[in-house]
Protein backbone atom coordinates (compact mmCIF):
# COMPACT_ATOMS: atom_id res chain seq x y z
CA UNK A 1 0.00 0.00 0.00
CA UNK A 2 1.40 3.45 -1.06
CA UNK A 3 1.67 6.30 1.63
CA UNK A 4 -1.01 9.23 0.49
CA UNK A 5 -4.70 10.13 1.07
CA UNK A 6 -6.93 8.17 -1.33
CA UNK A 7 -9.21 10.58 -2.97
CA UNK A 8 -11.28 8.65 -5.28
CA UNK A 9 -11.28 4.70 -6.07
CA UNK A 10 -13.18 2.16 -8.45
CA UNK A 11 -13.11 0.57 -11.39
CA UNK A 12 -11.92 1.90 -14.93
CA UNK A 13 -11.20 -0.26 -17.94
CA UNK A 14 -7.34 0.42 -19.02
CA UNK A 15 -5.97 0.50 -22.83
CA UNK A 16 -3.19 -1.26 -23.57
CA UNK A 17 -0.19 0.63 -24.33
CA UNK A 18 -0.39 2.77 -27.29
CA UNK A 19 1.58 0.71 -29.63
CA UNK A 20 -0.43 -2.28 -28.82
CA UNK A 21 -3.94 -0.74 -29.16
CA UNK A 22 -5.10 -2.90 -32.20
CA UNK A 23 -3.82 -6.45 -30.73
CA UNK A 24 -4.24 -6.47 -27.05
CA UNK A 25 -6.88 -6.80 -24.24
CA UNK A 26 -8.41 -3.32 -22.51
CA UNK A 27 -8.94 -4.71 -19.10
CA UNK A 28 -11.09 -4.23 -15.26
CA UNK A 29 -8.58 -2.71 -13.11
CA UNK A 30 -9.19 -1.50 -9.78
CA UNK A 31 -7.61 2.08 -9.86
CA UNK A 32 -6.78 3.55 -6.73
CA UNK A 33 -6.17 7.91 -7.15
CA UNK A 34 -3.95 9.37 -3.90
CA UNK A 35 -2.56 12.36 -3.25
CA UNK A 36 0.42 12.35 -0.98
CA UNK A 37 1.54 16.35 -1.03
CA UNK A 38 0.71 16.62 2.20
CA UNK A 39 2.85 14.03 3.78
CA UNK A 40 5.45 14.71 0.92
CA UNK A 41 4.44 11.61 -0.72
CA UNK A 42 4.07 11.92 -4.79
CA UNK A 43 0.53 12.37 -6.09
CA UNK A 44 -0.11 8.64 -7.89
CA UNK A 45 -2.65 6.87 -9.84
CA UNK A 46 -2.71 3.13 -9.52
CA UNK A 47 -4.04 0.10 -10.67
CA UNK A 48 -4.42 -2.81 -9.10
CA UNK A 49 -5.41 -6.63 -10.48
CA UNK A 50 -8.41 -6.12 -8.07
CA UNK A 51 -10.10 -4.41 -5.27
CA UNK A 52 -8.26 -6.58 -2.69
CA UNK A 53 -4.81 -7.09 -4.21
CA UNK A 54 -1.83 -5.85 -2.20
CA UNK A 55 0.59 -4.75 -4.54
CA UNK A 56 0.14 -2.50 -7.72
CA UNK A 57 0.41 -3.66 -10.86
CA UNK A 58 1.54 -0.11 -11.88
CA UNK A 59 1.82 3.38 -10.05
CA UNK A 60 1.53 6.48 -12.30
CA UNK A 61 3.24 9.07 -10.82
CA UNK A 62 0.65 12.53 -11.60
CA UNK A 63 3.79 14.77 -11.51
CA UNK A 64 3.88 15.65 -15.29
CA UNK A 65 0.56 14.75 -16.15
CA UNK A 66 -2.64 15.92 -17.99
CA UNK A 67 -6.17 14.65 -17.87
CA UNK A 68 -8.58 15.14 -20.49
CA UNK A 69 -12.24 13.56 -21.86
CA UNK A 70 -12.33 12.52 -25.13
CA UNK A 71 -15.23 13.70 -27.17
CA UNK A 72 -15.74 11.66 -29.72
CA UNK A 73 -12.55 11.54 -31.80
CA UNK A 74 -12.27 8.12 -30.72
CA UNK A 75 -10.87 5.73 -33.32
CA UNK A 76 -9.24 3.57 -31.00
CA UNK A 77 -12.22 0.69 -30.08
CA UNK A 78 -15.55 1.18 -31.70
CA UNK A 79 -16.43 -0.85 -28.45
CA UNK A 80 -16.09 2.06 -26.48
CA UNK A 81 -17.54 4.57 -28.86
CA UNK A 82 -19.91 6.74 -27.04
CA UNK A 83 -18.61 5.65 -23.56
CA UNK A 84 -17.14 7.29 -20.70
CA UNK A 85 -13.91 7.72 -22.30
CA UNK A 86 -11.23 9.82 -20.31
CA UNK A 87 -7.24 10.03 -21.08
CA UNK A 88 -4.49 10.23 -18.49
CA UNK A 89 -1.78 11.06 -20.42
CA UNK A 90 1.86 10.95 -18.77
CA UNK A 91 5.15 11.75 -20.10
CA UNK A 92 5.91 8.34 -20.92
CA UNK A 93 2.48 6.98 -22.14
CA UNK A 94 -1.46 7.59 -22.46
CA UNK A 95 -3.54 5.77 -20.99
CA UNK A 96 -7.49 5.35 -22.52
CA UNK A 97 -9.92 4.79 -19.20
CA UNK A 98 -13.38 3.67 -19.60
CA UNK A 99 -15.72 4.45 -16.50
CA UNK A 100 -19.19 2.97 -15.97
CA UNK A 101 -21.21 5.87 -15.80
CA UNK A 102 -20.83 9.77 -17.03
CA UNK A 103 -20.71 11.08 -13.00
CA UNK A 104 -18.31 8.58 -12.13
CA UNK A 105 -16.03 9.93 -15.69
CA UNK A 106 -16.28 13.59 -14.31
CA UNK A 107 -15.67 12.51 -10.68
CA UNK A 108 -12.20 10.75 -11.91
CA UNK A 109 -11.37 13.89 -14.55
CA UNK A 110 -11.80 16.58 -11.80
CA UNK A 111 -9.97 14.89 -8.98
CA UNK A 112 -7.06 14.13 -11.16
CA UNK A 113 -7.59 17.51 -12.52
CA UNK A 114 -7.13 19.20 -9.57
CA UNK A 115 -4.06 17.10 -8.47
CA UNK A 116 -2.43 17.46 -11.87
CA UNK A 117 -3.24 21.04 -12.62
CA UNK A 118 -1.83 21.86 -8.83
CA UNK A 119 1.46 19.63 -9.85
CA UNK A 120 1.53 21.90 -12.75
CA UNK A 121 1.72 25.30 -11.25
Known amino acids: ?13 KSPPEKKLKRFAWR ?4 VLRRGRMSGDPDVLE ?5 NSK ?3 RTIDLKECVVEMLEGQLRIKRDFHGKHLFVVKTSSRVFYLVAKTEEEMNSWISSIGQICQFGSL
Open 1 to 13: MSAGDVVCKGWLI
Open 47 to 51: YYQSN
Open 28 to 31: KRWF
Open 55 to 57: KPI
